[in-house]
């Protein structure tokens, strides 16, 4: 694996940089919407792409390696401003609450937003920490097929209710102290990994 994608991207004092993480088991035409739709709503310099080494709620059994996710996620992050990114496996762990909290620490000066699409928010308060991860930076949540109400119903939505920015105001959500929130809406699609890879064993080729 290149020593490249094993470190945090390069940024400057100042900068807006997206935080969008993940297994992408396979990437899909799906994740680069909720790429350019952060940038472009959010007013990022920069949004790091961060392929994880395994999602600890997901099976990994059916996991590509980490190397082969890579690959096709660069394929896929054609705008110059997405940094594909592994550093997580450096770090030696998964918990994106502990992630979140080094990135910040060695990043000072650096106004981060976490990234994460609408289907995530049901299950947001499974994650380790979750609180943690909503106190450490704001969070903008952008729509996905059959999540579209999901913000209005789930443990997250009601838990930071107060803390919800309204949409019309997403450009300012990377200046906003955390807990800080926002949904997004915006063109979907449909494509899911799940259903890529439940396509591809039906096809009776490999799992990905």
Sequence with gaps: MDERYLRMPH???GMRVGLFGGSFNPPHDGHVLVAET??????????WWIVTPGNPLKDHRQLAPLSERL???EAMARNPRIRVTAFEKRLGQNFTAHTLK???ARNPGIRFVWIMGADNLASFHRWQKWQ????????AVIDRPGSTLAYLSSRMARTFDYARIDE?????LPTCPAPAWTFIHGPRSTLSSSALRA???AKGG???
Aim: with cysteine; glycine share 0%.
């Design 38 to 47: 952060a940038l472009r709503r959010l007013h990022l310099d920069q949004l």
């Design 11 to 13: 940024v400057e004092r």
């Design 132 to 139: 943690d991860i909503a106190r450490t930076f704001p969070i």
């Design 206 to 208: 490999k799992t990905a």
């Design 71 to 73: 690959s096709l996620c």
């Design 168 to 172: 019309d105001h997403a450009a300012t």
């Design 102 to 104: 080094i990135v910040k």
């Design 199 to 201: 396509a591809q064993r």
